[in-house]
C-alpha cells in the first residue's frame, strides 16, 4: 500500500508539475492579449452585472440567474484553498508567492470568461428540461472532438467524489472535533443530513442556498480579516513592499521557515492559484451554463468576477494576515533527524489559525467557522458539477442515484483517513484541465467573435 501511495504522490507531482503550470498561466496570459485585457477594461461592468443589475430584460432561457450562477461557481471555489492553500504556499514558497497567486489570478479572469463564454454559446437542453453544458459540450460541439469531451467529463465525475466531496468533509469533521471535541460521525451524519436536503433538489435548489451561504461567509471572513489588517493598519505598506520584493528574492531561513528560492515561491504561488480559483479547470463554466441570459459575454462577465473574489480578495487577506503577524516564521517544533537539528514551521490551516489567533481574541473560531462553511459550500457547488459530468455521460436517467450516492460518500468522508484520495483527485482535478485547456485555445476565435457581437452592438 504504502508503494503504491508513493506512487499516486509521484504521478500527482507530475501532473501538476511545471508544464501544466506554464500552460494554465500562459493559456490565461494568450486570452488575455486576444480579448485587450478584459478584466481591467470591463472589471466594473462586470462587478454591477454581478452584484447591482443581476439580470438583463430578455435573460429568461435558463434555470438560474447570473447572481445564483456566480454563487454557486464561488461556493465550489472559495474553500479550503483560501485558508489552507494560501498557508501552504507562503510555508513553502515564502511570502513572495503571494504575488505569483496574484498573477494567477489577474490572467485567470481572462481564462474565467473565456470558459463561460463557450459554456453558454454551446450549451444544450436536457431531458428534464433544464440546461446542461460546461467544457464536455464545448469540446464537443465547438471542436467535434466528443471523446475529449467524454475524457473531461470522466476526469471531472471522479474528482467531484473525491476534491468536492469526501475530502471537503473530511476537513469539516477534523475541524469540528479539534476546535468543538464534536466526534466525527456525529459531523458526518449532520453534514449528510444538511447536504441531502439541499443536493437532492437540483440546481434550483442549490442555487438559493449558495446565493444567500456563499455572500455570508465571504462578508464573515472578510470582516475578520479587516479587524486584523486594521488593527496593524501602519504595518500594511511595509508588508505589501516585503510580499512584491520577496517574490524575486530568495528568503533567508527564520523561525520555523526554512527559507525559499525564486523558484519554490513561483512553483507555489501558481500552483496553490490555481487550485483556489480553478481558472482554466473547466469546473466553473458547468455553473456559468445554467444562468439565464441572452447572451454568452453577459455571464462571462459575471463569471470572471469569482477569480476576482477567489483570489484578488480572499486569498489576498489571508496572506496579508500570515505576513503581519509574523505568524510564517514562528517555530513549531524542533526535531533532530539523523544527528541534524531540524526546525519545523506552522503550515497549511494550522498557519492560518495561528495567524488570526495571533491577530484577534477567538480568531481560531473565525478560521474554523470559515472551513466549515467553505468546505460545505464546496460540497454544494461541486455536486452540480459532477452531475453534469454524470449526465454528460449516461443522461438523466442516472441522477437521482448519483445524488444519493454522492450524499452518501459525504459520511464516509468524515469518518475515514483520506490521503490517498487527496492525492488520487489532485491528480484528477489537474487532468480535467488539459482537455478544457485544449478547448479554449482552439476555440478561440469563437470567443473573440462573440465578445466583439456584444460590445459592438
Known sequence: METFSNMIS?????VWGPPLLILLVGTGLWLTICLRGIQFTKLWRAL??????????GDEEGDITHFQALMT????TVGTGNIAGVATAIAIGGPGALVWMWLTGVVGMATKYAEAVLAVKFRVTDENGEMAGGPMYYISRGLNMPWLGTLFAVFAACAAFGIGNMTQSNSIADAVEATFNIPVWITGITLMGLS???ILGGIKSIARVTSILVPIMIVFYVLAS???IGMHYAEVPAALMFIIKDAFTPTAATGGFAGASIMMAVRFGVARGVFSNESGLGSAPIAAAAAQTKHPVTQALVSMTQTFIDTLVVCTMTGLIIVLTGSWKLVKDVQIIDGVEKVIGYSGAELTTKAFS??????????????ILFAYSTILGW???????MEYLFGTKLLIPYRILFVALIFVGA???LELVWNISDILNGLMALPNLIGLLFLTPVIISETKNYFNK
Open 10 to 14: 509521484t504521478i500527482d507531482g507530475w
Open 48 to 57: 454591477y452585472l454581478a452584484f447591482i443589475k443581476r439580470k438583463e430584460e
Open 73 to 76: 461557481a464561488l461556493s465550489a
Open 196 to 198: 441531502a436536503v439541499v
Open 226 to 228: 479587516l479587524y486584523i
Open 358 to 371: 495571533l491577530g484577534m481574541p477567538g480568531g481560531d473560531f473565525v478560521v474554523t467557522i470559515g472551513l
Open 383 to 389: 455536486s452540480y458539477y459532477g452531475e453534469k459530468a
Open 415 to 417: 469518518i475515514a483517513k
